[in-house]
Protein backbone atom coordinates (compact mmCIF):
# COMPACT_ATOMS: atom_id res chain seq x y z
CA UNK A 1 0.00 0.00 0.00
CA UNK A 2 0.90 3.01 -1.27
CA UNK A 3 1.24 6.27 1.83
CA UNK A 4 1.21 9.70 0.92
CA UNK A 5 2.16 12.07 2.89
CA UNK A 6 2.16 15.84 2.62
CA UNK A 7 4.24 18.97 4.27
CA UNK A 8 4.02 21.18 6.00
CA UNK A 9 0.83 20.98 7.74
CA UNK A 10 -0.04 24.53 7.87
CA UNK A 11 1.64 27.35 5.02
CA UNK A 12 1.41 30.67 6.76
CA UNK A 13 1.99 33.13 4.04
CA UNK A 14 1.12 36.79 2.63
CA UNK A 15 -1.00 37.30 -0.15
CA UNK A 16 1.58 38.02 -3.36
CA UNK A 17 3.53 35.51 -1.74
CA UNK A 18 5.16 32.48 -3.41
CA UNK A 19 3.70 29.22 -1.66
CA UNK A 20 5.76 25.81 -2.40
CA UNK A 21 3.45 22.71 -1.21
CA UNK A 22 5.38 18.91 -0.88
CA UNK A 23 3.67 15.66 -1.60
CA UNK A 24 6.36 12.58 -0.56
CA UNK A 25 4.78 8.89 -1.61
CA UNK A 26 6.14 6.04 0.18
CA UNK A 27 7.39 3.84 -3.01
CA UNK A 28 7.78 4.92 -6.89
CA UNK A 29 5.06 5.81 -8.28
CA UNK A 30 3.49 6.82 -11.84
CA UNK A 31 2.87 10.49 -12.14
CA UNK A 32 -0.18 9.47 -14.20
CA UNK A 33 -2.13 9.41 -11.12
CA UNK A 34 -0.72 12.41 -9.32
CA UNK A 35 -3.33 15.15 -8.87
CA UNK A 36 -3.25 18.42 -6.49
CA UNK A 37 -6.96 19.20 -5.57
CA UNK A 38 -8.18 22.73 -3.75
CA UNK A 39 -10.59 22.80 -0.88
CA UNK A 40 -12.28 26.02 0.22
CA UNK A 41 -14.34 26.04 3.36
CA UNK A 42 -17.79 24.67 2.83
CA UNK A 43 -17.08 23.16 -0.70
CA UNK A 44 -16.24 20.30 -2.49
CA UNK A 45 -12.53 19.62 -3.41
CA UNK A 46 -11.38 21.07 -7.20
CA UNK A 47 -8.98 19.56 -9.29
CA UNK A 48 -6.31 21.99 -9.87
CA UNK A 49 -3.66 19.31 -11.48
CA UNK A 50 -3.36 16.44 -13.13
CA UNK A 51 -0.64 14.22 -13.98
CA UNK A 52 1.60 15.62 -11.72
CA UNK A 53 2.05 18.52 -14.18
CA UNK A 54 -0.94 19.40 -16.05
CA UNK A 55 -2.93 22.14 -15.03
CA UNK A 56 -6.87 21.27 -15.21
CA UNK A 57 -8.93 23.60 -17.42
CA UNK A 58 -10.28 26.99 -16.24
CA UNK A 59 -7.04 26.91 -13.52
CA UNK A 60 -5.00 30.23 -13.48
CA UNK A 61 -1.68 29.45 -14.56
CA UNK A 62 -0.25 30.78 -11.13
CA UNK A 63 -0.42 27.32 -10.09
CA UNK A 64 2.07 24.77 -11.52
CA UNK A 65 2.82 20.90 -10.81
CA UNK A 66 6.06 19.41 -10.41
CA UNK A 67 8.23 16.33 -9.59
CA UNK A 68 8.03 12.52 -10.18
CA UNK A 69 9.19 9.81 -8.54
CA UNK A 70 8.68 9.96 -4.76
CA UNK A 71 8.34 13.46 -4.63
CA UNK A 72 6.02 16.06 -6.03
CA UNK A 73 5.60 20.21 -5.88
CA UNK A 74 2.44 22.54 -6.25
CA UNK A 75 3.53 26.00 -6.41
CA UNK A 76 1.30 28.96 -6.38
CA UNK A 77 3.52 31.79 -7.78
CA UNK A 78 2.02 35.02 -6.03
CA UNK A 79 -1.33 33.89 -3.55
CA UNK A 80 -4.52 35.75 -4.37
CA UNK A 81 -7.32 36.05 -1.45
CA UNK A 82 -8.95 32.79 -2.85
CA UNK A 83 -5.78 30.92 -2.66
CA UNK A 84 -5.78 30.07 1.18
CA UNK A 85 -7.87 27.11 1.34
CA UNK A 86 -6.65 23.23 1.79
CA UNK A 87 -4.64 21.95 -1.14
CA UNK A 88 -4.65 17.71 -0.83
CA UNK A 89 -1.87 15.42 -2.74
CA UNK A 90 -3.49 12.30 -4.42
CA UNK A 91 -2.03 9.66 -6.10
CA UNK A 92 -4.22 7.00 -7.32
CA UNK A 93 -6.24 5.60 -4.37
CA UNK A 94 -4.39 7.65 -1.52
CA UNK A 95 -4.52 10.91 -0.37
CA UNK A 96 -2.22 13.12 1.67
CA UNK A 97 -3.75 14.78 5.08
CA UNK A 98 -3.63 17.79 3.50
CA UNK A 99 -1.88 20.87 3.51
CA UNK A 100 -3.74 24.61 4.86
CA UNK A 101 -2.64 27.96 3.58
CA UNK A 102 -3.55 30.45 5.55
CA UNK A 103 -3.08 33.68 5.93
CA UNK A 104 0.01 35.27 7.73
CA UNK B 1 -22.39 22.03 -17.77
CA UNK B 2 -21.27 19.08 -16.07
CA UNK B 3 -22.91 18.96 -13.22
CA UNK B 4 -23.07 15.95 -10.01
CA UNK B 5 -25.74 15.71 -7.35
CA UNK B 6 -25.33 13.17 -4.65
CA UNK B 7 -28.72 12.66 -3.05
CA UNK B 8 -29.47 9.64 -0.10
CA UNK B 9 -27.45 11.01 2.85
CA UNK B 10 -29.29 11.12 6.38
CA UNK B 11 -29.48 9.65 9.78
CA UNK B 12 -29.25 5.82 10.21
CA UNK B 13 -28.80 3.91 13.14
CA UNK B 14 -25.19 1.59 13.57
CA UNK B 15 -26.01 -1.81 11.55
CA UNK B 16 -28.32 -0.02 9.28
CA UNK B 17 -28.30 0.60 5.66
CA UNK B 18 -28.63 3.51 3.45
CA UNK B 19 -28.41 3.71 -0.75
CA UNK B 20 -26.45 7.08 -1.97
CA UNK B 21 -27.31 8.47 -5.84
CA UNK B 22 -25.35 10.67 -8.18
CA UNK B 23 -27.29 12.02 -10.92
CA UNK B 24 -25.06 13.25 -13.53
CA UNK B 25 -25.74 15.89 -16.51
CA UNK B 26 -24.10 17.75 -19.48
CA UNK B 27 -21.63 15.04 -20.45
CA UNK B 28 -21.71 11.98 -21.83
CA UNK B 29 -22.17 9.54 -18.93
CA UNK B 30 -21.74 6.11 -20.05
CA UNK B 31 -18.19 6.81 -21.41
CA UNK B 32 -16.12 8.24 -18.03
CA UNK B 33 -15.92 5.98 -15.14
CA UNK B 34 -16.73 7.21 -11.08
CA UNK B 35 -15.88 6.69 -7.83
CA UNK B 36 -17.04 7.42 -4.21
CA UNK B 37 -14.69 9.36 -2.21
CA UNK B 38 -15.78 10.97 1.51
CA UNK B 39 -14.52 13.11 4.36
CA UNK B 40 -15.22 13.13 7.67
CA UNK B 41 -16.11 16.87 8.95
CA UNK B 42 -13.11 19.09 9.39
CA UNK B 43 -10.83 16.27 7.99
CA UNK B 44 -9.06 14.71 5.09
CA UNK B 45 -10.29 12.93 2.22
CA UNK B 46 -10.71 8.81 1.65
CA UNK B 47 -11.06 7.31 -1.74
CA UNK B 48 -13.69 4.62 -1.40
CA UNK B 49 -15.26 3.24 -4.21
CA UNK B 50 -14.38 2.75 -8.06
CA UNK B 51 -16.84 1.91 -10.86
CA UNK B 52 -15.47 1.87 -15.07
CA UNK B 53 -17.74 3.09 -17.28
CA UNK B 54 -19.53 -0.11 -18.48
CA UNK B 55 -19.83 -1.10 -14.53
CA UNK B 56 -17.97 -4.14 -15.24
CA UNK B 57 -15.17 -3.66 -13.08
CA UNK B 58 -15.41 -2.29 -9.56
CA UNK B 59 -12.20 -1.67 -6.79
CA UNK B 60 -13.42 -0.41 -2.78
CA UNK B 61 -11.00 0.92 0.02
CA UNK B 62 -10.13 -2.37 2.73
CA UNK B 63 -12.44 -0.10 4.89
CA UNK B 64 -16.10 -1.13 3.37
CA UNK B 65 -15.20 -3.85 1.30
CA UNK B 66 -17.76 -6.21 1.77
CA UNK B 67 -19.99 -3.90 2.85
CA UNK B 68 -20.65 -1.29 0.21
CA UNK B 69 -21.50 -1.73 -3.09
CA UNK B 70 -20.91 0.22 -6.40
CA UNK B 71 -23.26 0.29 -9.30
CA UNK B 72 -24.34 2.69 -12.09
CA UNK B 73 -27.42 2.75 -14.69
CA UNK B 74 -26.15 4.28 -17.84
CA UNK B 75 -29.82 4.77 -19.09
CA UNK B 76 -30.02 6.88 -15.99
CA UNK B 77 -26.96 8.52 -16.10
CA UNK B 78 -26.67 7.58 -12.07
CA UNK B 79 -24.16 5.90 -9.69
CA UNK B 80 -25.05 4.38 -6.54
CA UNK B 81 -23.43 3.43 -3.25
CA UNK B 82 -25.00 0.45 -1.09
CA UNK B 83 -24.15 1.10 2.26
CA UNK B 84 -25.04 -1.67 4.43
CA UNK B 85 -23.45 -2.81 8.00
CA UNK B 86 -22.99 1.13 8.75
CA UNK B 87 -20.33 1.67 11.61
CA UNK B 88 -20.08 4.90 13.61
CA UNK B 89 -16.60 5.13 11.27
CA UNK B 90 -18.63 5.76 7.71
CA UNK B 91 -20.02 8.62 9.55
CA UNK B 92 -18.74 11.09 6.61
CA UNK B 93 -19.93 13.72 3.66
CA UNK B 94 -19.67 11.54 0.66
CA UNK B 95 -18.91 12.91 -2.37
CA UNK B 96 -18.73 11.36 -6.54
CA UNK B 97 -16.24 12.34 -8.58
CA UNK B 98 -16.40 11.81 -12.56
CA UNK B 99 -12.79 10.19 -13.72
CA UNK B 100 -10.10 7.76 -12.85
CA UNK B 101 -9.09 6.82 -9.72
CA UNK B 102 -6.42 9.43 -9.21
CA UNK B 103 -7.86 11.96 -11.11
CA UNK B 104 -11.43 13.31 -10.14
CA UNK B 105 -12.43 16.15 -12.72
CA UNK B 106 -15.40 17.19 -11.14
CA UNK B 107 -16.92 16.68 -8.23
CA UNK B 108 -20.55 16.95 -6.47
CA UNK B 109 -21.43 19.00 -3.37
CA UNK B 110 -21.74 15.73 -1.24
CA UNK B 111 -24.27 14.53 0.97
CA UNK B 112 -23.43 13.85 4.62
CA UNK B 113 -23.96 10.55 6.07
CA UNK B 114 -24.62 10.60 10.02
CA UNK B 115 -24.56 6.88 11.47
CA UNK B 116 -25.45 7.08 15.25
CA UNK B 117 -27.61 5.71 17.80
Known amino acids: EILVTQSPGTLSSSPGERATLSCRAS???????VAWYQQRPGQAPRLLIYSASSRAPGIPDRFSGSGSGTDFNLTISRLEPEDFAVYYC?????FGQGTKVDIK | EVQLAESGGGLVQPGGSLRLSCEASGFTFSVYSMNWVRQVPGKGLEWISY????????YYADSVKGRFTISRDNAKNSVHLQMNTLRDEDTAVYYCTRGIVGRGDYWGQGTLVAVSS
Open chain 2, 51 to 58: ISSSGATT
Open chain 1, 27 to 33: QDVSSTY
Open chain 1, 90 to 94: QHSRA
